[in-house]
């Protein structure tokens, strides 16, 4: 599955759309664009609080948003990576305000699938949240995603019936893995060690 030049070229230009990521249906747009995201979240209705979860498409791209991180912590994110676990880390830069909510953490994912990948690699880093409004179920075709966004977004790219949960969600506090939330990807904690 290949996604066209004319949905790259949108997504460069801080268009939004709906496309499968590697769990569900996402409601993307580059993260990099304060306009971008600013659609996302009022179409979403999301608490304007809540922070966004970004899919990236190399470990590099954290330097994007100036996280720092050792070689072990690396070492630690690459033992989940590439996979359906998004991971919450540190970013305190006002700039991106406008993405971790003043809360200066945000949820990060570099996915297993490999369309996606060289999507995310002509694109750069998306704002990825799943295709639903607030509180309602997220959109298992784009048929549904239709019924939630009409024509308020610039694309729709679909891939059949996408059934899935959402990624586990994990943080790493002083070494330790807290999952903060149980999704695609069964963790066995006993196998990890930082």
Same mark, same amino acid.
């Given at each position: 599955m290949l996604y066209s030049r004319s949905i790259v070229k949108i997504l460069i230009n801080g268009g939004i759309g709906v /496309?499968?990521?590697?769990t569900l249906y996402g409601l993307v747009g580059q993260a990099l664009s304060k306009r971008a995201v600013s659609r !996302?979240?009022?179409l979403k209705k999301r608490n304007p609080r809540k922070p966004m979860l970004i899919l990236i498409g190399s470990i590099k791209d /954290?330097?994007?948003?100036? !996280? =720092?991180?050792?070689?072990k912590r690396q070492n630690l994110l690459l033992k989940f990576w590439p996979g359906r676990v998004s991971i919450i880390l540190s970013c305190?830069? =006002?700039?991106?305000?406008y993405l971790h909510r003043g809360i200066k953490t945000l949820a990060f994912r570099l996915p297993k699938k490999l369309s996606l990948i060289r999507l995310l690699r002509r694109t750069g880093p998306l704002v990825a949240p799943s295709a639903n409004p607030e509180r309602l179920k997220p959109a298992k075709t784009i048929k549904e995603a239709k019924k939630y966004f009409g024509d308020k977004v610039d694309f729709y790219f679909s891939q059949g019936k996408l059934i899935s949960l959402p990624s586990t969600l994990?943080? !790493?506090?002083?070494? =330790?893995?807290i999952i903060k939330r149980k999704g695609a990807f069964d963790l066995n904690l006993r196998n990890l060690r930082s």
């Amino acid at each position: 599955m290949l996604y066209s030049r004319s949905i790259v070229k949108i997504l460069i230009n801080g268009g939004i759309g709906v /496309l499968p990521t590697d769990t569900l249906y996402g409601l993307v747009g580059q993260a990099l664009s304060k306009r971008a995201v600013s659609r !996302i979240y009022k179409l979403k209705k999301r608490n304007p609080r809540k922070p966004m979860l970004i899919l990236i498409g190399s470990i590099k791209d /954290l330097n994007l948003f100036k !996280i =720092k991180f050792s070689k072990k912590r690396q070492n630690l994110l690459l033992k989940f990576w590439p996979g359906r676990v998004s991971i919450i880390l540190s970013c305190s830069p =006002k700039k991106f305000s406008y993405l971790h909510r003043g809360i200066k953490t945000l949820a990060f994912r570099l996915p297993k699938k490999l369309s996606l990948i060289r999507l995310l690699r002509r694109t750069g880093p998306l704002v990825a949240p799943s295709a639903n409004p607030e509180r309602l179920k997220p959109a298992k075709t784009i048929k549904e995603a239709k019924k939630y966004f009409g024509d308020k977004v610039d694309f729709y790219f679909s891939q059949g019936k996408l059934i899935s949960l959402p990624s586990t969600l994990i943080a !790493i506090k002083n070494g =330790k893995i807290i999952i903060k939330r149980k999704g695609a990807f069964d963790l066995n904690l006993r196998n990890l060690r930082s």
